[in-house]
């Protein structure tokens, strides 16, 4: 499986915009991105996914670099909800249905008052 | 509507016992997932459902681990003759059809702890 990189911690501060940031250097063609966070004493939940263009939804953003390398989670503005683990995760399109998800060991996203 | 829910939602046993945990999956999933999670770590896959069938169960660690989901709804995990480092929390994640690529909804977990 292709491998993501990201930074143990970040820290932000309420209602400011936050980048939490994804290495995947050896991403394939049919990997899509996809995020999800664990907020504590909960089980993962989806975020967003893309392929190769930017997506934007409820919860976030998601912009990819035109590589396809690297990719950067965007909170708009962080709430103190928003402080869980993050996880950058490449699934392959190519793969059989019911595919695992692979989770490195994600971010910690500190949010302060 | 409900989601993943999993009973009970810690569990402490002592080592050698047996344990049995439960999943009980959004309605009308067809595709189950169970995972570990050891602390400071990402979940860990164990085993994956389609139906009634295990159609992955690649990640079990070994022989002591087995699940089931005879009805094609709820799962259940059972871990034989239990040890110190099987704990963990146990998290069952469910989604809609085995779809390649498709949302997987996690429930809260199990803390299991085996002393």
């Known amino acids: 499986d292709a491998k993501t990189t990201q930074p143990n911690s970040m820290e932000s501060n309420e209602e400011e915009p936050v980048h939490l940031p994804c290495n995947h250097s050896?991403?394939?063609?049919?990997?899509?991105i996809h995020w999800y966070r664990q907020l504590p004493s909960q089980g993962p939940e989806y975020v967003i996914h893309?392929?190769?263009s930017n997506v934007n939804n409820r919860m976030a953003s998601l912009a990819i670099a035109e590589d396809r390398k690297s990719s950067t989670l965007i909170l708009h503005r962080a709430t103190l909800r928003d402080a869980a683990v993050y996880y950058c995760?490449?699934?392959?399109?190519?793969?059989?249905?019911?595919?695992?998800?692979?989770f490195g060991e994600g971010t910690q996203l500190t949010v302060n008052p | 509507g409900a989601g993943v829910s999993q009973t009970p939602s810690n569990k402490v046993t002592e080592k050698g016992k047996y344990v049995e945990l439960r999943c009980d999956p959004i309605?009308?999933?067809?595709?189950l997932y169970w995972y570990r999670q050891s602390l400071g770590q990402g979940p860990e896959f164990l085993i994956y459902?389609?139906?009634?069938?295990?159609?992955?169960d690649s990640g079990l660690p070994n022989d002591r681990f087995f699940a089931v989901r005879p009805e094609g709804s709820v799962s259940t995990l059972k871990i034989q003759r239990t040890e110190r480092g099987d704990s963990a929390v146990y998290l069952c994640?469910?989604?809609?059809?085995?779809?390649?690529?498709?949302?997987?909804?996690f429930g809260p977990g199990t803390r299991l702890l085996v002393l």
């Open positions: 995760i490449l699934r392959d399109v190519g793969e059989t249905s019911g595919s695992r998800l692979t």
């Open positions: 050896t991403i394939s063609g049919t990997d899509y």
């Open positions: 893309g392929l190769t």
């Open positions: 309605s009308g999933h067809t595709a």
């Open positions: 459902f389609q139906g009634t069938g295990a159609a992955d």
């Open positions: 994640a469910s989604a809609p059809g085995g779809v390649v690529g498709e949302t997987q909804y």
